[in-house]
Each structure stands twice: as C-alpha cells, then as structure tokens.
C-alpha cells in the first residue's frame, strides 16, 4: 500500500521568508508524484508532475524537486497569497489513483 | 488542464433523504472521474473510479448501495448519497483526468467541491 507522509503539519512563515515542504513516499514503482495547492472551502489546484529522481519543475515562486524516497516544495520570498494547504500525492498503478498525503498549510503573514 | 465544475457547491439536507451531486468536464471528454470524500483539515480519500459506460469502483469500506455513482457521458458524472446521516457531512469533490500543457501523461484536475451538510 501506497504511502505518504508531509511535514510540517503547518508552517507560519514572514512575508520574503524562504522555506521548504517535505513529501516523503513508499511506493512499489512511482508512476507519478503531485502537488496540490488547496484553499480553504476549495478543490485542490494542480502544481506539479515529478516522474523521476532528479526531475525539477518551477512555477513562479515555487520549485518542486524529487528524489528516490522523497520530494520537496520550496517555496522562495513567498508573499501573503501563497497563504494555502499543500498537498502531495503518488500514483503507482495503471488505474491513475492517487494516494494523498495529509497537507501542509503555509500561512504567510505580511 | 481540464476545467471541472461541480452542483451544488453547497447543500443542506434532512437526516434519511437523497441528495445527488453533479460534476461536469467543461472542456475535456472524460472517460474517467473520481469522487473523494475530504474530512475537516484531513486530506483526500478516494471513494470510488467512475468509468463512462460502466460500473464505478469503489474502495475498499464505501458502501457502493450508499453511494450511488452514475457516469452516463462522458461530461458528467453523478454522486447520490442514498438516506444521507450527519456522519455523511464531508466536502465531496470529483477529479478528472486530463492532459497537463506538454506532458503525455494524466494528471487529475478537481472540482470547486460540495459541502454537504446533514441534519
């Protein structure tokens, strides 16, 4: 069974405080990993697709990066807006089915 | 990505009726949706794979007879939930998949999501 483990739980960080969301995974062949960007009261909001160790993708002030046993959001000068839950999530099988992790919820004050 | 809508976003109902949730892909044909259920600050659990033309899937512990799902095209999807109980209260969203700018491979794009509420 496919499993998925964020940290933190939540992060408070300074408007232009840089930081980093950690998904860490078991899985038996990865397929795919997700991020999300989920705001309150709404459906998650695609991010990113990592497929391989190595793999880096960015969009605006957020990179995601993938190793073997895990992935990380980096999250640069991050303003009030990036304010949200971040989830990750893996697929293994050919049926497209997520298995998500828990979340992190930045807040990021001004 | 696929542009998803969902109705209602929000719906109160007596304890013991029905009450059926759309989810609609508004510019992508959609062979394949999923329904999850997400709990109060829990993240997603998926209930079930709607197939187009066929039977859904359900995990393992969703009452397939509780939650009834009927995929008849491939724009929209339906979620009964069946003599709904306030344990039923959750936030259901549905997901298609769809291509993501230049990869080949599907991702899932979700609705906005229904709060359903149960007296």
């Known amino acids: 069974e496919d499993q998925v483990t964020q940290s933190p739980e939540a992060l408070r960080l300074q408007e232009g405080e840089s930081s980093s969301l950690n998904c860490s995974y078991t899985?038996?062949?990865?397929?795919?990993l997700f991020w999300y960007r989920q705001d309150p009261g709404k459906g998650p909001e695609f991010l990113f697709t990592?497929?391989?160790a190595g793999e880096e993708k960015e969009k605006e002030r957020l990179k995601a990066t993938l190793t073997k046993k895990e992935s990380f959001l980096h999250i640069t000068a991050p303003k009030p807006e990036d304010s949200a839950t971040y989830l990750c999530?893996?697929?293994?099988?050919?049926?497209?089915?997520?298995?998500f992790g828990a979340g992190t919820t930045v807040t990021v004050r001004a | 990505g696929a542009v998803v809508s969902q109705h209602p976003s929000w719906v109160i109902c007596k304890s013991g009726t029905s009450v059926k949730i759309e989810c609609r892909s508004l510019?992508?044909?959609?062979?394949?949706m999923f329904w999850y259920r997400q709990f109060p600050k829990q993240s997603l659990m998926l209930m079930a794979t709607?197939?187009?033309?066929?039977?859904?899937?359900?995990e393992q512990g969703v009452e397939k007879d509780k939650f009834l799902i009927n995929h008849a095209s491939l724009t929209l999807s339906t979620l009964t939930v069946t003599s709904a109980h306030p344990e039923d209260s959750s936030f259901y969203i549905c997901?298609?998949?769809?291509?993501?700018?230049?990869?080949?491979?599907?991702?899932?794009?979700f609705g906005p999501g229904t709060r359903l509420t149960v007296l």
């Open positions: 990592l497929y391989s």
């Open positions: 899985v038996s062949g990865l397929r795919g």
């Open positions: 709607s197939n187009e033309g066929s039977k859904a899937t359900y």
């Open positions: 999530a893996v697929r293994s099988g050919n049926d497209y089915k997520l298995s």
């Open positions: 997901s298609v998949l769809g291509l993501a700018g230049e990869s080949s491979y599907n991702e899932q794009f």
């Open positions: 510019d992508f044909q959609a062979t394949t």
